[in-house]
């Protein structure tokens, strides 16, 4: 691993299951830390969501780049003892365990800073460390739900959840951006800490926008930051075009390249409010003048003139040239499949001269035996963990 990125020769323990704990701590791989995904014997339940790829769920390859492999159940004395041993040498640790599931398994912050001070021990929960939502497993369509994502996406009789696990993505982000924080603060203490990250916090932190309350205005009010019709998705002759045309120059050169300057003329349009408040008249009119060409077309014509995309599908993103400028997308080589492409890091860095290459997710308990070993376990007793079933390979 080259030591010019930022958290190079970090070690960091990944406890965590679904998606934002593993992607938060490919995050941190993507920023040059080592970090080895532990899983319990029955694996991370990522990988056992539908896929079409063979003996693998696309999801888990998805979150898990860049991570060495080890399983163990922390339930039996080997592999706890492989934990801790683990843990000892760590400069992170993760989990999305609910509050009360680590002390239980004796992996809590308190029994653990006891062997490690410097240790940073991240958890993500649910819904917080405390009141009375605590012990609930949270899920981010439910955290959407919860807190008025589902009820301002859709209608008032028909609410809709935002798919692509939103709150699980901004979470991870939360998580990544708490743990490099708490390893800034270790370098100039000494003293590692508690980094306290919730899907339920990370649910309200993506909506800050829309979370303002004045003094005594009144509970029902419109709180939506879309601008009014213009500004959104389009059928066309073939295929839809996303526009956006807020400011002044943008809604001017729409008009005047679909053949309707006479809008940008107009008064009664000419400011986001008024259009948002005669969209009934413009989005008709804009949409019959869309009808003379294709969405590629009009992506082409508009050019830098119109910020607007083609709705393209997510297949599409492994051949757009912007992406593989970019360095977007690496390949992988996964054991039981071959090769794969998926996002590379998203994140460059100068001094590092280009984006960090991740090994492919791993495999359940795919380095169980090479981990053991440079922890100084011999082959009889790696033999002997692996044949009582306190790990597995």
Request: net charge negative.
């Amino acid at each position: 691993m080259s030591g010019d990125f930022p958290l190079s020769g970090i070690k960091v323990l990944d406890l965590s299951a679904y998606i934002a704990g593993p992607y938060g701590c490919n995050l941190l791989a993507d920023m040059g830390a080592e970090v080895i995904k532990v899983e319990p014997p029955e694996g991370d339940n990522l990988r056992k969501y539908p896929s079409t790829l063979p003996d693998e769920s696309r999801a888990f390859l998805g979150v898990n780049r860049g991570k060495q492999g080890i399983c163990l159940d922390l339930k039996s004395e080997q592999g706890y003892e492989v934990f801790i041993r683990l843990a000892r040498e760590a400069d992170v640790i993760v989990h999305n365990f609910r509050p009360s599931v680590p002390p239980r398994l004796r992996i809590d912050y308190d029994t653990l800073r006891e062997l490690n001070p410097r240790l940073v021990y991240c958890s993500l929960t649910g819904y917080g460390q405390s009141g009375p939502l605590a012990s609930r497993a949270g899920y981010d369509q439910v955290l959407q739900a919860r807190t008025g994502i589902c009820a301002s996406q859709g209608t008032p009789e028909q609410p809709q959840i935002v798919y692509g696990s939103v709150v699980d993505y901004y979470g991870a982000a939360m998580l990544a951006n708490g743990v490099t924080a708490a390893l800034f603060q270790r370098e100039r203490t000494g003293a590692g800490q508690h980094v306290c990250v919730s899907l339920l916090s990370s649910a309200l932190a993506m909506q800050a926008a829309r979370l303002v309350v004045a003094e005594n205005e009144p509970r029902d009010i419109n709180r939506d930051m879309r601008s009014g019709g213009i500004t959104g998705i389009h059928p066309t002759r073939e295929g839809h075009l996303y526009i956006s045309a807020n400011t002044p120059h943008f809604w001017r050169a729409l008009c005047q390249l679909i053949g309707l300057s006479e809008l940008a003329e107009n008064e009664r349009y000419d400011t986001v409010k008024k259009r948002a408040a005669h969209v009934d008249e413009l989005v008709p009119m804009l949409r019959e003048a869309l009808q003379a060409k294709s969405a590629a077309q009009w992506e082409a014509l508009f050019g830098d003139q119109v910020p607007c995309s083609v709705v393209r599908k997510v297949e599409d993103v492994f051949e757009d040239a912007q992406v593989q400028e970019q360095g977007l997308v690496g390949e992988h080589e996964h054991p039981a499949f071959g090769r794969y492409k998926t996002i590379a890091n998203p994140i460059s860095f100068g001094q590092a001269g280009a984006r960090r290459q991740l090994r492919s997710a791993p495999g359940l308990g795919q380095h169980s035996r090479e981990l053991m070993r440079e922890l100084g376990y011999t082959e009889a007793e790696i033999e002997k963990a692996i044949a009582d079933k306190g790990v597995l390979a």
